[in-house]
């Protein structure tokens, strides 16, 4: 039990981690675009809890042993929302930009072209990897064939 437990932490902690990363660099990229040349230390903590969100989010709806029996288009969908909601949220409790300003309609579009540049990225990614994984299993059955 405790093994599984640990197995389950440091997996945690390492897709958090990747999530937090990728929340930083998209920061300092976009950030650098509209003026910002420092990042403040409030700023590194809501990417950290918005790593940890995101991170709740992939294992509730992408694990192999979820529990969430949804088409993968349903699971997009309601991440989608959900991330939404919470973006949306932090960005007045934290006084990231006005509600209609210029700022707000750019992270707008930000937002779905970073969500729907992911969900490109990774259908690309696991269909070569498919692919891949076919060109295996028909060399892998040849080569038995024969012997």
Not at 41 to 69: A, N, P
Not at 104 to 121: A, P
């Amino acid at each position: 039990m405790f093994k599984k437990v640990m197995a389950y932490t440091v997996a945690f902690k390492t897709i958090m981690s990747l999530f937090f990363s990728a929340g930083i660099i998209i920061y300092v990229v976009f950030g650098y675009m509209l003026g910002k040349r420092e990042i403040a230390f409030e700023m590194i903590v809501q990417i950290f809890f918005i790593s940890i969100l995101v991170t709740g989010l992939h294992y509730l709806f992408w694990t192999e042993d979820t529990k969430v029996k949804l088409t993968n288009s349903w699971k997009l969908i309601i991440q989608y929302f959900i991330l939404g909601f919470v973006l949306i949220g932090m960005a007045q409790v934290f006084n990231w930009f006005e509600w209609g300003s210029k700022t707000f309609y750019m992270m707008l579009v930000l937002f779905h072209i970073l969500y729907l540049g992911g969900i490109l990225g990774f259908t690309i990614y696991f269909k070569v990897l498919g692919f891949q994984f076919n060109q295996k299993m028909q060399h892998y059955r040849k080569q038995n064939q024969v012997r």
